[in-house]
């Protein structure tokens, strides 16, 4: 069934036990994102210290896939230093546009390569790149203000 | 006789294609768009293919042709509404219509009727669609004007019981729909229209969810200004209708060709209404198109399209309400209601319902529906919506019924 390809079970999984979800206190940017269109929306606190994400927390309301998607964003981009956290987005963002051709790499992506079944569904991409671009805004916030460095 | 669904569904091309790897075509979101039938394809087509030129312009046979088309279509819209052809302006939209209305009155003379300024007051409701909030909410933010709107209780009906003091002295417009595109409540419209026309004010009337679907009489109505889209009515898109009885009176919105009584390089004076409304060369095929709609639609019956779709509507809530954990947002019977029926199920978010019963070949709205205020005045993020119209049957309910508890095991 094409749906599977959609629900992959870690995608379930992650959307019924999210990981990082509930903002911590403190933060060096805060972020709050929606989806026009559904109106899922996500608020993203992240911290840094020399160069390395320290903390991802989040909280939001949404469908599985864009719960699932910044969960295992949290999951897979803290502890990572601004330019790798970098690469893998655009690894991801890659994969989203890929209109089912690409499977993911799994050394990079990890758990996100479950969400490779979403490019072939034009309507979710976005539900799964809302977490990521909240990310990619509250990271840019950080860097561009040093504060991260 | 009863209603003939079989035999109305033949004459939608659409019905024929399957979807999701063969399964049969359940479309429940007519609310969004309506499918289109042969008779409308066919009359756009034949326009283009034979008929294709500009109108009220243009020293041809052909010009004759289209002009004679396109003002046929007019009348056709006018003959619908038991209005009078000067009363009806095509747009490319009933979003467009809206605007159009908001924007001529920022245009009016200080002083004259529909001017606004800090002394006046807009009143809409809390169940309307993006479509007649916004404008209004710029108006307000362009005059000056004070914002002020009826709100929608639980159950999704309007609360009437502040009416004196919503619509007072000193209110010039009152935008509402006629049916709500989440709630499918139909809003009563004989006290605002007492109340609006007491204080002075005009009732402007969204009726993009209830011309397709009842007889509409503007007479009967009370209201000053109606809009409606096409493609919501078995027409085409690119089309919708404005109809008043004061379009003298309102200035222009759009300028250029054709809406031009004479023009120096100073100044200019505008064609008589509804002209002065359509600057530039319209959309002729889409009006055309939009004429053949209606008469698709006059031919089986407005009384017998609204009494199939109560009934249906009757046997969608019941069903609906069978399953475990749904909960329909708006009334939960069929008074005074429409065909659109919203609800939550559980926890499945409707994103992720509405992906199931894709797959399943059933064609839902998910989302806030342009109506984000509303939603989040009934405390949901989001809804499902199942909108019915003249092709479907007790079997497509069948469907979904069964496709919303897949969804349920799919996700348990």
Redesign the interface.
């Known amino acids: 069934?094409?749906?599977d390809s959609?629900?992959q079970e870690v995608i379930?999984d992650h959307y019924k036990h999210p990981l990082n979800k509930g903002l911590a206190d403190t933060y060096d940017a805060q972020v709050h994102h929606v989806n026009p269109?559904?109106?899922?929306?996500i608020t993203l606190n992240i911290s840094a210290k020399d160069g390395v994400i320290t903390s991802i927390t989040w909280d939001g309301?949404?469908?599985?896939?864009?719960q699932a998607s910044v969960s295992i964003a949290s999951d897979l981009l803290v502890n990572k230093g601004f330019q790798e956290a970098d690469a893998i987005l655009q690894e991801f963002t890659e994969l989203m546009q890929s209109k089912g051709t690409k499977e993911g790499n799994p050394d990079i992506l990890e758990d996100a390569v479950a969400l490779a079944g979403v490019s072939k569904?034009p309507a979710?991409i976005k539900?799964a790149l809302l977490g990521w671009m909240a990310f990619k805004d509250a990271a840019v916030r950080i860097t561009t203000t040093n504060r991260g460095e | 006789m009863s209603f003939n669904v079989a035999k109305v569904r033949k004459d939608f091309p659409i019905f024929e294609r399957t979807i999701?790897?063969g399964k049969k075509l359940i479309y429940l979101d007519s609310g969004a768009t309506s499918q289109k039938p042969l008779s409308v394809i066919d009359a756009e087509s034949n326009f283009y293919k034979f008929h294709n030129a500009a109108v009220h312009r243009g020293a041809h046979q052909l010009a004759e042709e289209a002009t004679d088309a396109f003002e046929a279509a007019r009348l056709k819209v006018a003959d619908f509404l038991n209005a009078h052809e000067d009363e009806i302006v095509f747009t490319k939209s009933a979003t467009e219509s809206l605007n159009l209305i908001a924007y001529a009155m920022s245009n009016a003379e200080p002083g004259s009727a529909f001017a606004l300024t800090s002394n006046n007051r807009i009143v809409v409701t809390e169940m309307e669609h993006h479509a007649n909030l916004i404008p209004w909410q710029q108006l307000a933010a362009r005059t000056g004007a004070e914002l002020k709107w009826f709100e929608v209780t639980p159950e999704g009906r309007l609360d009437l019981s502040k009416i004196d003091s919503i619509i007072t002295e000193g209110t010039k417009v009152v935008a509402l729909t006629h049916q709500s595109n989440v709630l499918g409540t139909i809003n009563p419209l004989d006290a605002i229209v007492k109340r609006a026309h007491e204080v002075g004010a005009v009732v402007v009337l969204d009726a993009c969810q209830s011309v397709p679907h009842m007889p509409i009489d503007v007479k009967k109505l009370g209201v000053d200004f109606l809009t409606f889209s096409g493609h919501k009515a078995v027409g085409p898109t690119g089309v919708g209708v404005l109809w008043s009885s004061l379009l003298n009176e309102l200035p222009p919105f759009l300028f250029g060709g054709s809406m031009i009584e004479t023009v120096t390089m100073t100044s200019a004076t505008w064609a008589p209404a509804p002209r002065k409304f359509e600057a530039g060369v319209p959309n002729m095929a889409q009006a055309v198109g939009l004429g053949a709609a209606l008469d698709y639609l006059t031919a089986i019956g407005m009384d017998a399209i609204f009494e199939h779709e109560v009934a249906l509507t009757g046997y969608l809530i019941d069903g609906l309400l069978q399953i475990p954990e749904l909960s329909i947002v708006g009334p939960n019977n069929t008074d005074s209601r429409g065909g659109s029926v919203s609800f939550t199920v559980g926890q499945i978010?409707?994103?992720?319902l509405g992906?199931?019963l894709d797959?399943q070949g059933v064609a839902v709205r998910?989302?806030?529906h342009c109506a984000?205020p509303l939603?989040r005045k009934l405390g949901v993020?989001?809804t499902t919506r199942a909108s019915l119209y003249l092709y479907n049957d007790e079997s497509d309910c069948d469907a979904l019924f069964a496709a919303i508890i897949g969804a349920q095991k799919?996700?348990a």
């Not at chain 1, 309301?61 to 864009?66: A, M, P, Q, Y």
């Not at chain 2, 978010?349 to 992720?352: F, G, K």
């Open positions: 069934m094409e749906l959609l629900y379930l269109s559904c109106g899922d929306e309301v949404g469908c599985s896939i864009s569904f979710r539900c | 999701r790897d978010h409707p994103h992720d992906q199931y797959s998910t989302g806030h984000w939603t993020p989001a799919y996700f």
